[in-house]
């Protein structure tokens, strides 16, 4: 908030630099706006920091033991290293730990490139002896597939809790919690069942947030661009960026800087695009040719059969509907309105249609129409 | 909204009547979760159990129809237990007497026999509501949808300026808007009695200014809602339709109805992305593009004006409606519609729009910008009503309300209520029907049944079932599940597969002309009668 006070200052020292970071800030946050990167993995903006991964470990002057740097709160005076030899151990066998029952085979990983435990294992490095020493029987647990949006590998699954908190803390919804215990522990709906008989809403928040490979969309492609617009769904508003390949949209995701949803979306906004290239769609002016039409519609194929691609400008004869060009269509319809001029015309505009169209067709009604007959679905 | 969506996350108290927040708006339900995990009290009125309840602190299950009732109870503790906001009222507000004496005169034993709520429960949420700041109201369509809608929204503004909580930040009535663009519909005067802005068209002045701007001579009379359209239709004195990515054939109230009167018409033209079921009854159908093919802005709901940016070139041989809607006007002579792009549009639009005067594409590039904006120089207003109201004299009007029933109530033949709502996975009727994921979640209709009533019917779970109301019958699956009351039925509209509207009551709201799809009487029957159709006992009906 713009209008709030400024917070206090604390002053500390973080690998012998000096820092200041607002009161009640981690030690993460401080080092971070000050350029100094500590590998996080069960961290995550937005959610409580819960500390479970200890890969943020880090070391504080005068006390003992490490602290995770993702929750241990700034204090004046501190003194913190984030970076040492023994800390590179610690982190090198805590990682070698989660890898240890990690299905680790990145080939085969749709996650592979944007994986968040591969740039761990890049960064930070592991000892091959002693991870085969450490390795367990490979999980060979089912994939729940049966969400039509998304899948949940537990084999990859590294227990992180991103998603479990996000759909506590964020969606509201709690489909999904840490089930079982010790090594069998793993994330599971209520009663283990598959996500489509939980309670879970398919927002797919969860999977947007997931480090690894473990809950991971269906397809996964990348866009060559992307366009920032609006959802088309509800009148939240939501900010979103439509992911563009050739001329077809293939992802959608919440814009970030937008007010209204920082970056969230719910299951329509981030799957419902897909009917923008629906095989359903209209693709064709239609007319249904009574008699003046014969004219118009000779010579052209009759379709119409209902569920067609409309893309095309269609006219009905005789019941059917038949193809038109937009000439034809534009012609038609201007040389019929004509006659209906004043009272005998209404009009219902369109709650999906943009400020624009809506200003444009009411004014076409009151201007060229000759009457106030026109609404719109507001109230339904 | 009288406030932000983000606001709502920030408020102490949050009192959610007649929406399904996080099944049709998700974001804003998470909102209340935020709030909720923030310590805000949360109070929910719903005759269902939907999605919020779980995070509620009391939850009023009124019967369908009754929220006057309950509103006014909850208004009479306030001021009997004097929780009131005396200062506001006095500096901000007119009529508080009248109010006072209507409330006054309504007791809560008769509000708990109404409503079904006791009252121990009516008084807890009216402490809560009044004594926790800032407290703000949500509410939809649950509201609006009534023979008496306008009357609901009244009351729930009532109970809003009794304890001050409007103008604020947090703070505030907030009707969540249903549709993503049906705000900017009705600020673009898409409405019968208003051009854009809200300017009233019998307003002599207003006409001449648009008379002057178009060029062209416009009428004073003001048309016909949506309802009035169809019943005009029917009884041909509309002739020639022209409608744009609408269907009403599955979502108006009683839509055999409005079925017959499109059949009586002479002329409809349809504009959509689809071939829907409205759009197989016209005479012409023109292919629009979507919202990623083109240009142009939405306000929603909270009166943000955001951009619409194409993100790729129209599909098939499509066009933009605006394109359409110009090539339509200029073929039949007209002047003023010579546009080469939607933003010279908007150039139009704000010099006549004196809420919208400051939106250039330029200023709403990054985030949106909330209008009343009336010049380029105002940043926008995130909440209204902060100084004075839009009343002539710009104090807070209370108004007496009465309860009045609905107007359709249960009977010996029709025992059940049947209430209307939206799916979390579909929107209205058919753009996410189109999805194949979409309907794999959910692909067909389910009426929810309270276990006592299926009990009593001999349903199963799962069974396809009849639903019978005065207008119609559908058929859907039974879901037997206690998120209804006893007595309550409930369905969505999304399928054409089951038309639900087919069921619906088209009583319309006296003033804002909003038919009754909240509450209809209906009766359930088995698609089979086992016990006819086996031991041939026979039930007295055939
Ligand atoms: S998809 Fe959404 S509702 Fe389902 S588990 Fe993930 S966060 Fe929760
Ligand atoms: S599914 Fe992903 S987010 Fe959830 S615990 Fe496993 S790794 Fe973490
Ligand atoms: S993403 Fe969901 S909540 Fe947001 S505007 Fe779209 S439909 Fe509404
Ligand atoms: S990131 Fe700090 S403990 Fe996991």
Redesign the pocket.
């Known amino acids: 908030m713009p209008n709030q006070p400024m917070t206090n200052h604390i002053s500390l020292n973080i690998n012998g630099l000096d820092v200041k970071a607002p009161e009640g800030a981690t030690i993460l946050k401080a080092a971070q706006g000050a350029g100094i990167y500590i590998p996080t993995l069960?961290y995550c903006p937005g959610l409580t920091p819960e500390g479970t991964c200890r890969i943020c470990l880090v070391k504080i002057e005068k006390k003992k033991k490490l602290h995770p740097a993702c929750r241990t709160p700034v204090e004046e005076g501190m003194a913190v290293i984030t970076d040492d030899a023994e800390i590179e151990l610690v982190r090198r066998v805590t990682l070698e730990l989660i890898l240890s029952d990690h299905d680790f085979n990145c080939l085969l990983c749709p996650k592979s490139g944007t994986c968040r435990l591969q740039e761990l294992v890049n960064r930070i490095g592991f000892a091959e002896k002693r991870l085969n020493r450490l390795n367990r029987v490979a999980k060979d647990l089912p994939v729940d597939t049966s969400n039509p949006f998304f899948d949940?590998n537990?084999n990859?699954?590294?227990?992180?809790?991103?998603?479990?908190r996000?759909c506590r803390e964020i969606v509201g919804v709690a489909a999904?919690d840490?089930g079982y215990r010790g090594y069998e522990l793993k994330?599971s709906t209520f009663g283990d069942k598959p996500f489509t008989e939980s309670v879970c809403v398919s927002c797919g928040e969860?999977v947007e947030?997931?480090?690894?490979g473990?809950?991971i969309p269906k397809r996964i492609e990348y866009p060559t661009r992307e366009v920032k617009t609006t959802c088309a769904y509800c009148g939240v508003g939501c900010g979103l960026y439509l992911g563009v390949r050739g001329n077809t949209v293939i992802r959608a995701r919440g814009d970030c800087e937008n007010p209204v949803n920082r970056g969230e979306l719910c299951i329509r906004g981030r799957f419902g695009y897909k009917f923008i290239h629906s095989p359903d769609r209209l693709s064709s002016p239609l007319v249904r040719a009574y008699d003046p039409l014969e004219r118009i519609a000779h010579g052209i194929d009759e379709t119409g059969r209902p569920g067609k691609p409309l893309t095309a400008p269609l006219v009905k004869r005789e019941g059917k509907f038949v193809e038109v060009n937009w000439d034809q269509a534009i012609k038609y319809v201007a040389s019929t309105l004509v006659h209906y001029k004043g009272d005998q015309f209404a009009a219902v505009s369109s709650a999906k249609c943009t400020n624009e169209e809506n200003y444009l067709f009411q004014k076409f009604v009151r201007a060229v129409m000759g009457t106030n007959k026109i609404d719109h679905c507001a109230r339904l | 909204m009288t406030n932000t969506i983000p606001e709502i996350g920030k408020a102490a108290c949050i009192f959610v009547i007649g929406s399904n927040t996080a099944a049709a708006h998700p974001i804003i339900g998470r909102q209340i979760n935020r709030a909720v995990g923030n310590g805000a009290k949360l109070i929910v009125a719903d005759p269902r159990e939907i999605m919020v309840c779980r995070m509620a602190d009391v939850w009023l299950r009124h019967q369908p129809g009754t929220d006057v009732a309950l509103l006014n109870a909850i208004a009479r503790v306030i001021i009997e237990e004097k929780l009131l906001d005396t200062s506001f009222i006095k500096e901000r507000c007119e009529g508080f007497e009248a109010f006072e004496a209507a409330v006054m005169a309504w007791d809560l034993s008769q509000a708990e026999e109404i409503t079904g709520v006791a009252a121990r429960q009516i008084a807890e949420a009216a402490r809560m509501y009044a004594s926790t700041s800032p407290a703000t109201i949500l509410y939809a369509m649950g509201i609006t949808q009534h023979s008496h809608g306008t009357d609901n929204v009244k009351a729930v503004a009532n109970l809003a300026l009794l304890t001050g909580n409007i103008g604020k930040p947090s703070s505030g009535v907030n009707p969540l808007r249903g549709q993503n663009n049906v705000q900017g519909a009705c600020d673009m005067g898409a409405l019968p009695d208003v051009f854009p802005g809200y300017q009233k068209v019998d307003d002599p002045e207003i006409r001449k200014k648009f008379e002057k701007a178009w060029d062209c001579k416009l009428n004073a009379t003001p048309g016909l809602t949506l309802c009035e359209i169809f019943e005009a239709a029917h009884s041909g004195k509309v002739k020639a339709l022209y409608l744009l990515g609408e269907n009403p054939v599955l979502t108006e109230a009683d839509t055999n109805f409005v079925e017959e009167a499109i059949s009586h018409l002479e002329l409809l033209v349809v504009q959509d992305i689809f071939l829907t079921e409205t759009a197989q009854m016209a005479d012409v159908v023109l292919p629009a593009a979507s919202f990623a093919e083109k240009d142009g802005t939405f306000t929603n709901t909270e009166r943000r004006v955001q951009r619409v940016r194409k993100a790729i070139e129209p599909v098939g041989n499509t066009r933009s409606d605006w394109m359409i809607i110009c090539d339509t006007a200029k073929n039949m002579g007209a002047k003023g519609f010579d546009f080469n792009k939607p933003e010279e549009i908007m150039e139009e639009i704000r010099s006549l729009t004196p809420i919208y005067g400051g939106i250039t594409y330029e200023r709403i590039d990054e985030a949106g910008v909330q209008w009343p904006c009336p010049d380029t120089e105002h940043s926008g207003t995130p909440y209204l009503y902060a100084e004075r109201f839009t009343t002539p004299g710009g104090r807070g009007q209370f108004t007496p309300i009465s309860y009045t029933p609905s107007a359709e109530v249960t009977s010996h033949e029709y025992p059940l209520i049947l209430t209307t709502r939206r799916s979390i996975f579909h929107y209205h009727s058919t753009m996410s029907r189109k999805v194949a994921g979409l309907n794999t979640l959910r692909g067909e209709e389910q009426v929810e049944i309270n276990p006592v009533d299926a009990a009593g019917l001999e349903i199963e779970d799962g069974e396809t079932v009849k639903v019978v109301s005065r207008r119609g019958t559908v058929r859907a699956k039974a879901k037997i599940s206690k998120i209804t009351p006893p007595g309550v039925v409930s369905m969505t509209f999304h399928y054409t597969e089951t038309r639900t509207n087919v069921l619906t009551h088209s009583a319309l709201d006296p003033i804002a002309k909003i038919p009754e799809l909240k509450v209809c009487a209906v009766k359930i029957e088995r698609e089979i009668d086992y016990r006819t159709e086996y031991w041939g006992w026979g039930t007295g009906k055939d």
């Not at chain 1, 990859?156 to 479990?164: A, L």
């Open positions: 069960c949940f537990p990859k699954c590294i227990q992180c809790g991103i998603c479990v996000t999904i840490m994330v969860c947030r997931c480090p690894v473990a809950l």
